[in-house]
Structure formats: structure tokens, C-alpha cells
């Protein structure tokens, strides 16, 4: 599939996933956001409308402001080429595969770095820092996080060598996930725990969202999930319902 259709069909399908996961929560609500009370759905309205604005400017960033130097790098990388993925000779299908997994691999280390590094964690907080946590939480990041993460992108994609096509596979997959993740919902036990061997379910990323640091310095992974087992920062949570989510103490760094 060219990467102009991708990227063509990438926010309609992020809009859909979206509006699938809020009818879910809606429906089926996994905790009691909100307080239940007279007012919970215009705290609600607000809350969503509030992440989903904030997801739509930093979208609007990456896109006026980076998406040309990534495509540039891209282009630059196959001309010469340059990369890990030009280095080797690998078949078609290996070589995709081989994209997606560099490309996620960044993503966990560029996640965990987030969350070990003072000057990046004082953005990342602000993600961190939603008390009611829902599938538009997967909208709301510091525009100075979106900006960092942009410009270190260009090194990475120039070492990794992927195409454009497999670069926007990667994101429209990325994100569908990354709200799936964030959705106030449960899954039955055992459909979690398959889901969990390949990607992140809601169950380990509501444990990456709890106050409890030593909570949320776990679970990095953003869309496969083995690479917190690989580097045994994976954390599971025996009583889903008692997790709070947020930054107790805003003004702290790592």
C-alpha cells in the first residue's frame, strides 16, 4: 500500500478506533470515572475534548513541522542508501517485519527514556497527570515531548533504513493500539492474557499509569509487549480496580 494512502486513511482510522473504544466505555465502563454524579458526562465532554484538542495541535506539529524532514530522511536513506535495513539483504516480508520491530524497539527505549531522564520526564508528566484515565488520555502529551520525539525520529529513521510505507503502517497500527491501551475498559481474564503475549492490553498500561511510581516506571512497551519482558520491566496488577491513576506530586522529577 503506497504511504500517501496510508497516510490518507491515518486520521479517519485513529477518529473511528476512537469513537469505537468511547462507545465501549460508555457502555461497558471498566472503573467509575467522573464520580457517577449529575455532572459526570460534561466532566467527561470536557475532560475528551481537552485531549483530543491537545492531540489535534501536537498532530498538526508533526505533521507541518516534521513529517518533510522524515520523509527527506527517508528518501536520503534509500538513495544512498543508508541503514540497517539497506546493510542487509533480507527478503520482502523480512525486511518489513524487521522495519516494524526496529521502529517499536525505538518507541519502548524512547518511552523509557521518558520516564528516566529529569529534563524529558517534566513533558511526559503531563500524560502521566490524568486522573481519569480514557482512550483520549492516548491524545494528551506536552507539545515540548512531540517535538523532542520528532527531531530525534530523523537520526533513527536515517539508522534504521524502513521505507515510507512501512513507517506509516507502523504509526496508523501504533496508535490504533495506543488508544486501545488507554480505553476504560476490561477484557475478560483470559482474552487479556493472550492479547498480552503479542500487544499491550489495558491491563498493563493501567499499571504504567498508577501514582505509585515503582507502577509507573513499568510496562514501557507501546505496542508489542515482549520487549518489557525482555528487559523484565513488565509488571502485572492482581486488583485492576484499586489502581489510581495520576501524578501525585506534579512538580517532581525523576
Not at 511526559?124 to 515531548?145: C, K, P, V, Y
Not at 504504567?208 to 496488577?237: I, P
Amino acid at each position: 500500500m503506497p504511504a500517501n494512502t496510508v497516510n490518507a486513511i491515518r486520521l479517519p482510522a485513529a477518529l473511528a478506533v476512537l469513537a469505537l473504544l468511547v462507545l465501549w466505555e460508555t457502555l461497558w465502563p471498566f472503573l467509575p470515572l467522573y464520580g457517577g454524579g449529575p455532572h459526570a458526562t460534561r466532566e467527561r465532554l470536557v475532560h475528551g475534548g481537552r485531549n483530543v484538542a491537545i492531540g489535534l495541535v501536537n498532530g498538526a506539529v508533526a505533521r507541518f513541522g516534521f513529517l518533510g524532514a522524515w520523509i527527506a530522511t527517508m528518501e536520503w536513506s534509500r538513495e544512498y542508501p543508508f541503514g540497517v535495513l539497506h546493510w542487509i539483504a533480507l527478503p520482502d516480508w523480512l525486511r518489513w517485519t524487521a522495519a516494524i520491530l526496529l521502529l517499536d524497539c525505538w518507541t519502548y527505549a524512547w518511552h523509557r527514556l521518558n520516564h528516566t531522564v529529569p529534563g524529558l520526564w517534566r513533558f511526559h508528566r503531563l500524560h502521566h497527570s490524568d486522573r481519569q484515565m480514557d482512550a483520549t488520555t492516548a491524545n494528551r502529551f506536552h507539545i515540548g515531548e512531540i517535538v523532542l520525539s520528532s527531531i530525534a525520529r530523523v537520526p533513527v529513521l536515517a539508522l534504521i533504513g524502513c521505507s515510507m510505507e512501512q513507517f506509516a503502517v507502523y504509526e496508523v497500527a501504533l496508535f490504533a493500539v495506543v488508544q486501545f491501551q488507554h480505553a476504560n475498559i476490561g477484557l475478560p481474564d483470559a482474552l487479556d492474557r493472550a492479547l498480552r503475549v503479542v500487544i499491550v492490553t489495558p491491563h498493563l498500561h493501567k499499571v504504567h499509569h498508577s501514582v505509585v511510581v515503582a507502577e509507573q516506571n513499568t510496562n514501557f512497551s507501546s505496542l508489542f509487549s515482549w520487549w518489557d519482558r525482555a528487559a523484565r520491566t513488565q509488571r502485572l496488577s492482581s486488583n485492576q480496580s484499586a489502581i489510581v491513576f495520576g501524578v501525585d506530586d506534579p512538580s517532581s522529577i525523576r
